[in-house]
């Protein structure tokens, strides 16, 4: 086995898809899953910053399921069904990790500006990829390049999710009360 990090078949801008195919690297697939790959990058800055073991612990396990979730993203369509292991039980999985994280803070009445905390500001960041790459996947769902509308559901609720956390993150980290978008001033 090489332990070659390059195969120079991307070479020509093309990338394979998981079962047959090849796609233009800029093509709507490989965005979306960069993107989600971006995310999970993020959420690991996040997650090595974290000062809460329940933080670091749901994080790996997100971060788990979005290499499941790029696989799908990656499949062509005809092999996407091989891949699929984002359902409405890991969309749950997220909705109660929310519940059980939002009864331990309290919530914001307006925007707030991140950077309360660096394990938060990291959080934020990854929401807003997350935010990104949700929008990447709706774009494939809605053209009909994609079939599983739990990839769309699950990355709301991940956003949602890490919101949660950031906010939890900024109260261990001693933030009495998070930054608000709007100044007194205002």
Not at 58 to 66: E, F, G, P, S, Y
Not at 70 to 75: F, H, I, P, V
Request: aromatic share 6%; with cysteine; proline share 4%.
């Amino acid at each position: 086995m090489s332990n070659q990090l390059y195969t120079r078949t991307g070479d020509d801008g093309y990338t394979n898809l998981l079962g047959e195919g090849r796609v233009a690297k800029y093509m709507p697939q490989p965005e979306a899953y960069g993107t989600v790959d971006e995310a999970s990058a993020a959420m690991g800055v996040a997650r090595a910053a974290a000062a809460s073991d329940l933080t670091r612990s749901i994080l790996l396990t997100a971060q788990r399921d979005l290499y499941r979730l790029m696989s799908e993203l990656a499949a062509s369509q005809q092999a996407a069904a091989r891949f699929r292991f984002i359902d409405a039980g890991r969309v749950r999985w997220l909705e109660d990790q929310i519940e059980a994280v939002t009864a331990q803070i309290t919530w914001p009445r307006e925007f707030i500006v991140p950077g309360d905390s660096a394990p938060g500001a990291w959080l934020d960041l990854a929401r807003a990829i997350v935010r990104r790459a949700e929008r990447l996947v709706v774009h494939l769902l809605h053209d009909g390049l994609i079939e599983n509308p739990e990839l769309c559901r699950y990355l709301n609720r991940l956003s949602s999710l890490l919101f949660a956390l950031e906010l939890r993150e900024n109260a261990l980290a001693g933030a009495a009360a998070p930054t608000l978008a709007r100044s007194i001033d205002d």
